[in-house]
């Protein structure tokens, strides 16, 4: 039975930033690394291998959150390590950063760190899943504003399951309006993109960096 007290506690804030229906979406994290080199700051990016899941893409270290993992830290320091062999010690001053959640069903969690005296030396790349490694100066993000794409978020009324089996949403069966037995369209979606050096950096990513170059940029400027 509820009883007054427990519904003293559930009304109560916790200061929590809840995801409704995560544990029905795909759930990843992010590790976004300032490499301090000479001086200056880099932004350490991923060319995906080939033949992988968004092969040939730019990305930061990062990947899908395996039942193993405390929390999503150390699903992003875990697959740092995997992707680009960089230990954990290496990285300093590490906080989360935002949440990216995705109309395709993809959520992301982004932290960041500091990697002093970085060297490409330390890394060893695991070539099934790193094509290369990008150092992008984080200037180049103050300096540069990202070009603007859109595309149409459709949804479709059927989903294909594990099996290649294709299913049909059962709108009439729910007494939904006929609009849904046919596919709709929702909200356009803001794509960025970044060329540096012949690869472009776009999608979540791009999104992630726009936000931080934006807040980091904003900071300087008030202190002018």
């Known amino acids: 039975m509820l009883t007054k007290e427990m519904m003293k506690s559930f009304f109560k804030d916790r200061g929590h930033n809840k995801i409704i229906g995560r544990e029905a979406l795909m759930n990843s994290a992010v590790m976004v690394l300032f490499c301090e080199i000479d001086g200056e700051i880099f932004i350490l990016f991923e060319k995906r291998a080939e033949g992988i899941r968004q092969g040939g893409e730019i990305s930061f270290p990062g990947g899908k959150r395996d039942f193993k993992d405390a929390n999503f830290l150390e699903t992003a320091l875990r697959e740092t390590y995997e992707e680009i062999g960089l230990k954990k010690e290496r990285i ?133």
């Open 92 to 224: 300093t001053d590490i906080r989360k950063y935002g949440t990216i959640v995705l109309p395709t069903g993809i959520i992301v969690e982004s932290f960041i760190g500091y990697v002093k005296d970085f060297s490409l030396e330390e890394l060893t790349t695991n070539k099934d899943e790193v094509e290369r490694i990008i150092l992008v100066p984080i200037d180049y993000f103050f300096e540069t504003e990202p070009d603007r794409d859109f595309v149409s978020v459709e949804n479709e009324p059927f989903y294909i399951d594990k099996n290649g089996n294709k299913i049909e949403f059962q709108a009439k069966k729910w007494g939904l309006p006929e609009k849904y037995t046919r596919p709709w369209n929702g909200r356009p979606r803001r794509l960025l993109f970044y060329l540096y050096g012949g690869d472009v950096i776009w999608g979540i990513t791009g999104e992630i960096i726009y936000s931080i170059s934006r807040e980091l940029r904003s900071q300087i400027d008030t202190k002018k």
